[in-house]
C-alpha cells in the first residue's frame, strides 16, 4: 500500500481498518489518525500501533502529506468534522468514506470541494485481515479512484464494487454482518449451557463449530447446501435440529435482520444533523 492515509475518527472501525492494514505489512508512517476530543484514545493508537496521531484542532499537517482522507465518524459527527476539513483540503485528494448511510453527494454538496469520493462499507473482522468491503464510486470519483480504494480495503479482506445505492444493502448485510454471527454464537452457548454443558466446553465447541464451518466457505465455489446435506443424515440428529430451526423462522429471522438494517441504512442518510 503505498499512499498515505489519514483517519478522521479513532473509533472502532478505525482501529479495525488500522489493525488489518499494519498486519498486512503497511507502513505504519503512512497512516495518521485523529480524533474529536479524546486524547487518551490517541496515545492508545500511537503506543498500540506507532502510527502518527494529531488533535482534530491540529490536522492542517496530516492532511497536507496525504493522498487520501477516510472518514471515520458517526454520521452525526460528520458535518462539524467536514467544517474542519473543508479549509485544508488539496482538490486532488482522495476522500473515502465508511460512514453508514451517507451519501457521498451529501458529503460532496456540504464540502463544495471537487474532491473525488468514495465510499466503502468494510466490517470489523478488518482487524483479522477478513473484511467483506463493499465499495462503490460516488461524486467526482473515476475508476483510478475506485482502485485506490481497492487496493487499501484488498489488504483488509475481500472487496466488492457495486453501485452506490446499493451500499445501503451491504450495510445492512455484510458491515451489521459479524454482529449476526456473534449473536448466533451467543445463542448457541447459551443453549449448550442451559442444556447442560460447561460454559468452558459450550465455548469451546461453538467457537471451532463456526471456524470450521467458515473456513470450508472460504471456496466460492462450494455450495453451502451441499456442505448442509452432507452433515445431513436421514432421519438423524441434524435433520431433527434443521427442522426445529425452520419451524422457529430462521430464515425469515435472517430476511428481516438484514432488511430492517438496510431500511435503517436509508434512515441514516436521510437524517438532518
Ligand atoms: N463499527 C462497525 O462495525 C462499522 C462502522 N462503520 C461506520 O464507521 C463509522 C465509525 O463507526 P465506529 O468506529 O463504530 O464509531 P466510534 O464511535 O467507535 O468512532 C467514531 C470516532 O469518531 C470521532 N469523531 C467524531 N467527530 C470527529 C471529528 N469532528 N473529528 C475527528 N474525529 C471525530 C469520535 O471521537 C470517535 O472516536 C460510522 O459512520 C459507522 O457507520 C462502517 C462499517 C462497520
Ligand atoms: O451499526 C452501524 O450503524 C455500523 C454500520 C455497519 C456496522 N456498524
Not at 506507532?50 to 482522507?69: F, M, P, Y
Not at 469520493?117 to 467483506?132: C, K, L, Q, W
Not at 438423524?236 to 438496510?262: H, P, R, W
Request: glycine content about 8%; hydrophobic content about 40%.
Amino acid at each position: 500500500m503505498k499512499h498515505t492515509i489519514t483517519f478522521i475518527g479513532a473509533g472502532n472501525m478505525a482501529e479495525a481498518i488500522i489493525t488489518g492494514l499494519i498486519n498486512t505489512g503497511c507502513p505504519k508512517e503512512r497512516i495518521f489518525v485523529t480524533n474529536k476530543s479524546n486524547n487518551e484514545r490517541l496515545i492508545y493508537m500511537n503506543n498500540n500501533y506507532g502510527i502518527g496521531v494529531n488533535h482534530d484542532r491540529e490536522i492542517k499537517e496530516l492532511i497536507d502529506q496525504s493522498e487520501v482522507v477516510i472518514l471515520a465518524m458517526k454520521p452525526k459527527d460528520l458535518f462539524p468534522a467536514l467544517d474542519h476539513l473543508r479549509s485544508h483540503l488539496q482538490n486532488n485528494q482522495l476522500i473515502i468514506s465508511v460512514l453508514a448511510g451517507t451519501s457521498s453527494k451529501q458529503i460532496s454538496d456540504y464540502l463544495g470541494t471537487q474532491n473525488p469520493i468514495v465510499r466503502a462499507m468494510p466490517n470489523t473482522s478488518a482487524t483479522v485481515g477478513e473484511s467483506a468491503t463493499g465499495i462503490a464510486r460516488g461524486a467526482n470519483a473515476d475508476d483510478s479512484h475506485l482502485r485506490i480504494a481497492e487496493e487499501i480495503f484488498s489488504a483488509i479482506g475481500t472487496t466488492t464494487i457495486v453501485d452506490e445505492e446499493d451500499l445501503h444493502l451491504v450495510t445492512g448485510l455484510a458491515g451489521s454482518g459479524p454482529a449476526y454471527i456473534y449473536r448466533i454464537v451467543e445463542s448457541l452457548e447459551q443453549a449448550a449451557v442451559t442444556l447442560g454443558l460447561e460454559q468452558e466446553a459450550a465455548k469451546a465447541l461453538v467457537r471451532q463449530v463456526i471456524v470450521g464451518a467458515a473456513e470450508m466457505l472460504k471456496d466460492l465455489d462450494v455450495d453451502p447446501g451441499e456442505l448442509r446435506r452432507k452433515v445431513t443424515s436421514p432421519g438423524g440428529t441434524t435433520a431433527a435440529g434443521l427442522e426445529a430451526l425452520e419451524n422457529n423462522q430462521l430464515s425469515k429471522a435472517l430476511f428481516e435482520a438484514v432488511k430492517e438494517a438496510t431500511i435503517r441504512s436509508q434512515e441514516l442518510g436521510k437524517q438532518q444533523y
